[in-house]
């Protein structure tokens, strides 16, 4: 898996700057700000929650915050590159118990012995959710590329044991003070501590809880509760339109069984006249298929794919790069094969940014072609990606993992949506099963959770509904259903909102951008 790290251009300014806390033990990268200005925090906005259950914290990063999880100490690590901010998360262990005073003294000393203009703008000790905190607010000048640069840095350290603090360190350009400050600020009341112990009881809980309500479920249950009507959602994200989603529920057959399908197939409009195409495709195979004899079906399959419309005024460019990968799905090959421009007027170009077909859960059977009492159940993925290097020729080899009978059960990928459907609404629930975590091209748990009833807003009008989460480390989706567990709103992970639309009115909003497509 490929490790991202902060990457800010221009301003590479601030990575020079290290302090370091503590007896020399590890370091925290850093950089902060001048003044206070009041009146600022009411106009904060932040991002979604990013919650790591794993290495026990929670912490609402800025608003368009890119995150990324744990290298080394690092547990995560936050750009917004458009204006040049970094925030860091980082795990110190000191060699003895340190005060918290001790340790703001000691990282202030340390930044005067390595930088020059040290400017203290604040420094101060308090209680965070019960736990000894403090905060340490500098300005210094440091060198980068030969130039001396100015750097901000916030940094606030809050104490787990006598000797082990976690560090959250924010990154800026001196020149946004007033906005940086007032941001950490916001941002650090959002900092929890979380109790892993706790944690992981409520986990194995949940695990116990999934097992239990799976083996209650089949794909069968669910079909007169199907809307066979496709429902459209708009999609916005930092409170602007950025496209629509169209999700669809139907009956079909798949790989020769019978089965539900639901479906989302979207189109997002980027700057510059890029539309990026998403689908995604779910099966779960009804528990007894009529031509078939013998012991109930458990498969379920599914597939994720994305593709971007380039305008390419270089009609030889778009022509050189009308090349896609193939794999053949009986040899397992790749190969590239040239595709004619589907419009070849508008110059155009077509490319696969993500086609990851996932062939989901299925059980192992023995020698003799029988389940035996422990069911080994095995999860095939094959992930194409561009910045994957396939030759032309050679096998394309799936991810593969087994799933023993100890391990949390696999939810079947149509439930995404329609679990809510299955469960008490109206009561506070919590199960969680195995998953495949497409962003992390690996498996994960997922915490599915039912919160009762909650009024909200849809589209300037009340509506009852019911809130439910699902908790993918380090992300939470939110969504709230009507009381037959039908999708009223939803608040994804990555900060998206789904609000419910018509196809009127999305042609209208999109009409020039949607032109282009036909």
């Known amino acids: 898996m490929t490790i991202h790290r902060l990457n800010f251009g221009i301003a590479a300014l601030v990575f020079a700057a290290v302090v370091w806390l503590g007896s020399g033990q590890n370091f925290v990268r850093a950089l902060v700000l001048d003044h206070h200005t009041p009146g600022l925090h009411s106009r904060i906005e932040l991002g979604p929650i990013w919650r790591d259950d794993a290495n026990g914290f929670e912490i609402r990063p800025p608003l368009r915050a890119k995150g990324f999880g744990r290298v080394g100490l690092d547990l995560a690590t936050f750009e917004v590159g458009i204006k040049h901010w970094g925030i860091t998360v980082h795990l110190s ?10 340790l703001l003294d000691a990282t202030l000393a340390q930044t005067r012995h390595d930088f020059t203009h040290v400017r203290e703008l604040r420094k101060q000790t308090f209680s965070s959710n019960g736990h000894p905190a403090g905060e340490l607010i500098v300005q210094f000048t440091a060198i980068s590329n030969k130039q001396p640069i100015s750097l901000l840095r916030q940094q606030f350290m809050v104490q787990k044991t006598p000797s082990e603090y976690y560090v959250v360190t924010f990154f800026s350009p001196t020149d946004h003070a007033p906005k940086v400050i007032a941001t950490f600020d916001t941002i650090i009341k959002t900092f929890k501590l979380l109790n892993r112990r706790q944690i992981a009881i409520e986990r194995l809980a949940a695990v116990a809880a999934g097992k239990k309500w799976l083996r209650k479920q089949t794909a069968e249950q669910l079909l007169p509760l199907l809307s066979h009507h496709p429902r459209l959602f708009r999609v916005q994200l930092h409170h602007m339109d950025v496209g629509y989603v169209r999700l669809d529920e139907y009956v079909g057959k798949q790989d020769g069984f019978s089965g539900l399908f639901v479906s989302t197939n979207s189109r997002t409009f980027l700057p510059k006249g890029v539309i990026l195409l998403g689908k995604a495709v779910q099966f779960w195979a009804l528990s007894k298929q009529p031509d078939l004899k013998g012991p109930p079906i458990d498969f379920a399959e599914w597939l994720e794919e994305s593709e971007s419309l380039f305008p390419i005024k270089n009609k030889s460019l778009a022509l050189a790069q009308q090349v896609r990968l193939v794999i053949d799905p009986k040899t397992h090959t790749a190969h590239y094969v040239r595709i004619p421009s589907p419009y070849p007027n508008d110059e155009v170009h077509w490319e696969t940014e993500l086609g990851t077909q996932q062939t989901g859960f299925y059980p192992v059977y023995n020698k003799l072609g029988q389940a035996s009492d422990q069911v080994i159940y095995r999860c095939d993925i094959a992930v194409a990606r561009d910045s994957d290097h396939y030759i032309p020729g050679q096998p394309n080899r799936p991810l593969r993992y087994s799933i023993g009978p100890g391990m949390p059960a696999t939810l079947p990928p149509a439930l995404t949506y329609l679990w809510p459907r ?28 039912t919160h009762g009833p909650q009024t909200i807003r849809i589209n300037y009008h009340k509506k009852l509904a019911y809130r439910v989460t699902e908790q993918l480390d380090p992300g939470i989706t939110t969504m709230w259903v009507d009381s037959h567990g039908r999708l009223l709103k939803m608040v994804s992970a990555d900060g998206s909102v789904w609000l419910p639309t018509t196809a009127a009115q999305m042609k209208q909003m999109w009409a020039r951008q949607l032109a282009t497509m036909h």
């Open 93 to 102: 262990y000191l060699k003895n118990p340190t005060q918290v005073t001790e």
């Open 422 to 449: 299955l469960v008490d609404l109206q009561s506070k629930t919590s199960m969680a099963f195995l998953v495949f975590n497409s962003r992390l091209s690996r498996m994960g748990l997922e915490i599915l959770k």
